[in-house]
């Protein structure tokens, strides 16, 4: 059994952040704490032992995604005070955002990935909707999004929705797994 261990601390607790590996770094982007929805980028150096603020993102948010494509990081949705549309690309080696066409519709914990020069949005929760029921594809080389409605068999996800689950690009595909289709609008 493999032991787990404390190697480095954030400046806060914190969670609900996305993170990527870059140059010998994990850079983790915005998230949040009991009482507040944050937007700085912190970098922790691979022993864990040194951590610094290094930027902050365009916008607050905790439950976005960020996927790595070189030397850029693509900022998807998230949640600050309701679920969020934005998206943008944040170039890693000079530190500056660029604003992309907003997603289709807003959303928060959602997975992504990339492939082919294209960013894959699966699933995604909305408030006040519920979970998402399509799949949303931003093309790099057009710079727009393309919506799959209707993206999950009923034989899968009976009620054709998916929320909070995780993705990657495994060869020619893209793999989803685990995940929500509902959520309890009463509590």
């Not at 480095?8 to 915005?30: C, Q």
């Not at 610094?52 to 996927?67: I, L, Q, T, W």
């Amino acid at each position: 059994m493999k032991k787990c261990e404390i190697t480095g601390t954030l400046p806060e607790p914190m969670g609900d952040m996305p993170a990527v590996v870059w140059k010998e770094g994990l850079y983790v982007f915005g998230g949040g704490t009991a009482d507040e929805v944050r937007q700085d980028i912190y970098r922790i150096d691979v022993s864990g032992s040194q951590v610094e603020k290094v930027g902050k993102m365009p916008f607050r948010s905790r439950g976005h995604s960020a996927v790595l494509v070189e030397d850029r990081v693509y900022l998807l949705g998230g949640f600050d005070e309701g679920t969020l549309p934005h998206a943008y690309c944040y170039d890693l080696a000079t530190g500056r955002p660029e604003k992309l066409p907003d997603m289709p519709q807003d959303s928060a914990w959602f997975s992504a990935a990339s492939k082919d020069r294209k960013l894959y949005v699966v699933g995604g929760f909305s408030i006040p909707s519920g979970y998402w029921k399509d799949m949303v594809v931003y093309d790099m080389d057009k710079g727009s999004w393309e919506k799959y409605e209707d993206s999950f068999p009923a034989d899968i996800f009976p009620q054709r929705l998916l929320g909070s689950n995780s993705c990657l690009t495994i060869g020619d595909n893209i793999i989803s797994f685990g995940g929500a289709d509902s959520f309890d609008r009463n509590s």
